[in-house]
């Protein structure tokens, strides 16, 4: 915030031509270590859709987790930019598609033809949909697959900072050296007001993306706004230490459900979210407290109710805290 | 063939405005006891995928079997007419949906609310991509379903002339009195030479959808030649006689099947396609006499190998006979 | 910027759920004198384009001025948007199309048939492109053609602040009472970060629109920095309290520039801007001196430069001073 | 049709795999001179569109005359199929732009920047619109101009064969040679049933158009029934004899229409269409005796009516005969 009222002083040029956003190029190719192609937008929709749409024909499949945000969540943005592909998702229990998968999907479309979609990207979700984190060697494994068939790769970082957190690797190692083309990366959820970003690792990727955006309503006039934001974002690693936070909050959160009587865990908590499987009367209790919770439709396994606990950069650790003891205090004596 | 000759004589006012194509709206309404607007294609990829573009918008959601032709066969048509809207396909081991299915999907749906694809549209093969044949009832249900949440309901109707005879009902029984609103109807697979259809059992539904024909490219100059194609697809029941025939070469090529040690049809042979798994040395046997066949991917199990055998107005009844001799001779002394 | 600021206090509802987005839609509510459904978007083009996807078919015609910012200044926005619809560009010297011409041009669409797109919007610019402002009948006189056709009529309001104090008219009589079903609301241009809006006058119009905005990339999760700007925006008259200093400050410059030899005023400075013819020689001058200007290139009769001169909110009067100060010091005695 | 008749003997591999499409490849490549990769379809409109969508981007610019058939006759296929591109219509008296006009327009998007869609293809008609033909040197010198900016450069030859004859000069000689990279060659209006294909003079532009042709519905599953036609339309230079005829038909009536008082030739007549103007009165007498025709709406000039004369391969010479009697009956003495 207050690097956007900086932003504020004076006029400024428009349509990206400000100071900010010749800063950004030279901030996200350091903090890449490779000189980059920023683009700097709003909303994590509209990075991934552009993206794909930059790197997929009409008539192309875009490989994926069957619960990534691209399936899931975007109303279907990317089949509207891209003009008609898509999205294959692929399951994965625990967030991460694996190289064989995408590699029989792609035998099965060439074996089907012309009548087929076209393979035409692969796009992993850091950290995935499922709160886990894919290893560099995992990404490289998948990428592999995809470059031997010609698919450039996309990464949704809408939580990329999380994931850096828990790898300890750097922004490089979790991209392009592990073969990622194309990165979405998220700022918003993690502290921005309204900052996105789709990165390229090569320039000629980036061809005439500039137009793409502005055919879809995506090119501010006063950009140096959202440009001061990410600047802020990169600056002092203050994306690095909110996601730290958010992500130590989720291990606290997961620390303390797993001396709960009839908690489990449903997933490895890597970044900052908590899948949880809870005895329905718990869970019923914790509402009645005053808690609320987004009941996730696929776990109903196991008699109970599975919950998600997200934290982020501004989560007190008195309100983890505070949800614990509710947590205990609900559960019973065994606890 | 002698029809379209026959439209070639003299000369003929061009883009539908022609004899033919003004009575196929009479022969077509006289077929399904109601008045009806249909539209001639050549292809069938083109007439489902003008007909969703019909029904939803590009933020819709069109559910229907997991291996539809919409899904799976037709590149990405659906997506690239509607401007971006999802196929959601559901599984089903025999190719039937279930009215359950859907109401729980749509639910889904709803629960998410924006973020998600709008449910739009019901889309059913009948036949199935499967080879079954959905009772009235079925499809009943079904639209009730999508009526309840005010979704149109489609009928992929490339092989409608195949379940009409399987079921014995009237095409309106299987079409409008069941609650489909808009029907692609094929004839290509059925003996026709490149005429399929478009038809809306309420003409209000078919609003501009000339346009939206014109503009795919699919408005015929010289539409007399598909229109005589239909015309003559429909005389002297025509069509059902050739999907009798060829439902009736399934029937034999499954009864045959039926005594072969090893052979295990995979699907009730309801119309014109026999799904079934045969050892896989009988399978490379009857390949090394020169037979083709499409290994379908789906049914590995039980240590054999799944085919599909699909038959025609045109399968002479001798080529059933070589192919099951062919068959008990290669599958050796206990068939 | 203070609402900005204001709305980062606390957590809040995401995507539009907060309290700040509701009391837009009251606060526009009475604004216009009418229950409306408002929706912010953060840029022009998104307004303009997605307000057109609302209203048009993929083949549709939307009249406009051959130079509205939907023809020349968007990338091809609103055919992106619609799917394929097309702008169809109208002459008129001074911005204003007219009722007569957009009859002619739906008259001749109509003669063409299905082979044309289908007339299907009309788009007006208040102001227009060239700085002029049409009256409430004028207005009128075209939404009656444009609903004698059934086409809805749509507004680009970039600059709808500056018509209404040249006006005098109410929100209200500018707008809906004229006709107007659909209004894309600018504030950017006059003061706004980040804030424009689609403003429908009756909600049924609206139907979806939600779906379209989160498809296109559009929508924001954190949504009330958006609309406390536009509360902002409208509280108080200060939407209307800018457009009166920018428009005066054009007042100023076109009477200044009168007195100038060779200096010719090209268009009625209704709004604020205004579009001047120069000598070569003067223009050059100025540049020398460190003006920089748009030579615009329609106007090169008289032979002279044509220059479009912008005020803004932010234009201080000693600004317009030195400029006029330094046409008379460059124009010699005589002016 | 004898050819269409010949290919439904036996049956064939589906989906263009037959030996009529093999051949067709071969007949294509040796009346063009060099190895081609000709698709075929089966309506001019998807044969322009979606060569189109394979030159642009969405945000791309088709230069053309702005009386093309891709702008005014084919209800948005171009912006439909391309995802949003535009058509930017040069208007010319004659139907021919000229290699100034589109090194101008291309020079104003380049001023414009990402605000304006991306010059991104140039299509010639030929023959024109307007009956009129290119010289080779004129497409050239067009073509010169293109391939400095970077764009390729389409020919929508729905007329070619009418230009060839004019001309006298090979296919090779007009299209490639002169600079065409793709090239809509039309056979229904010169006598196919219905029969039009997508020929690139560079393979490697045809990359994945088989998708293309696919998702929009327009890959035949019987394709040697196009094939086949296209075959016939090429042997012995059928195409060439009946496009002979059509021109010598179009110059018999233009000649005929000299001598007539009032008449007035709009128009060079190079291929098988006259224009002309006639006096309103004569033209009221000629409809009077059963004539219909066309009347034009852009040449009101000189008291008179406009209206387009077409020939065609199966235009007898006595209705040229006939019809010029008619109009000296009704002309009066002076004639």
């Known amino acids: 915030m207050a690097a956007i009222n900086a932003a504020n002083s004076g006029s400024a040029p428009s349509y990206g031509a400000d100071e900010f956003t010749g800063k950004l190029q030279a901030a996200a190719s350091e903090i890449f270590g490779i000189p980059v192609a920023i683009f700097p937008v709003t909303t994590g929709t509209a990075a991934n859709a552009l993206a794909l749409a930059q790197m997929v024909p009409p008539y192309g499949a875009v490989y994926c987790h069957d619960a990534a945000h691209i399936v899931t969540d975007e109303c279907g943005a990317p089949e509207f930019f891209t003009g008609g592909a898509k999205t294959m998702g692929l399951p994965a ?18 074996d089907m033809g012309v009548h087929h979609v076209k393979p035409a990207a692969l796009s992993l979700s850091q950290a995935t949909e499922w709160g886990t984190v894919y290893a560099p060697d995992e990404v490289s494994a998948l990428a592999a697959v995809a470059r031997q068939h010609g698919l450039p790769v996309h990464m949704d970082g809408a939580r990329l900072a999380n994931a850096l957190v828990h790898l300890g690797c750097t922004p490089a190692e979790a991209t392009w050296k592990s073969g990622i083309d194309v990165l979405s990366l998220g700022a918003t959820k993690n502290g921005a007001l309204c900052a996105e970003a789709v990165v390229f690792f090569d320039a000629a990727r980036a061809r005439d993306f500039e137009r793409r955006r502005k055919q879809a309503g995506h090119l501010w006039s006063k950009m140096r706004f959202v440009s001061a934001q990410l ?9 690095l230490d ?40 718990l869970v019923a209790a914790l509402e009645r407290q005053g808690f609320g919770f987004y009941r996730w439709p696929l776990a109903a396994a196991s008699g109970g109710v599975a919950i998600r606990l997200v934290t982020s950069y501004s989560t007190p650790r008195a309100h983890v805290d505070e949800f614990l003891r509710a947590v205990r205090g609900s559960a019973g004596p065994n606890s």
């Open 93 to 110: 229990a625990d967030g991460k598609i694996t190289a064989r998968q995408v590699a029989g999907a792609i035998a099965h479309a060439e």
């Open 231 to 239: 600047l802020a974002y990169f600056a002092n690693g203050l994306w």
């Open 242 to 281: 909110n996601a730290r936070h958010a992500n130590a909050m989720a291990s606290a959160l997961a620390e303390g459900l797993r001396g709960v009587a009839g908690a489990s865990l449903l997933q490895s908590v890597d970044a900052n979210e908590v899948f949880v499987a809870l005895p329905e009367a």
